[in-house]
């Protein structure tokens, strides 16, 4: 059985883990929506080469962040298992007293 104290640390760094992850997944939206501006812009100006290119540079950053998102996603599952396995470790003050007035039938 793990330690309380081993838990909290893995708490932490998963919290920690999936804030940035989350962080990058929001870079990555703002760069994905100047990157859709510039695209408009340049079909806008019927400027094809350039709108090949900055679809590429779309495709290729969607792939990144939807790994990124996963990534996050998974961190947030493991939050709440972590959140939820500390808490059936620690006994409730109504454990405590149930457990404390047995023994006193006794």
């Given amino acids: 059985m793990e330690t309380i104290s081993k838990l909290h640390v893995d708490l932490s760094e998963t919290e920690h883990r999936f ?4 962080e990058q997944v929001v ?3 703002n760069k994905l929506k100047d990157l859709q501006i510039r ?3 340049a079909r806008r100006d019927q400027m094809r080469s350039f709108r090949y290119n900055i ?4 495709s290729g950053m969607e792939g990144v962040r ?8 998974q961190k947030a599952d493991k ?3 972590l959140r939820h396995k500390i808490r059936s ?6 454990e ?3 457990h404390s007035s047995e023994g006193e039938m006794e």
């Fill in 27 to 29: 870079l990555l939206n």
């Fill in 66 to 73: 939807n790994v990124y998102y996963e990534y996050a996603r």
């Fill in 39 to 41: 695209y408009d812009r």
């Fill in 96 to 98: 405590d007293s149930s």
């Fill in 55 to 58: 679809r590429l540079r779309m």
């Fill in 19 to 22: 804030r940035r992850a989350c």
């Fill in 79 to 81: 939050v709440l298992y």
């Fill in 89 to 94: 470790c620690v006994p409730t003050d109504s």
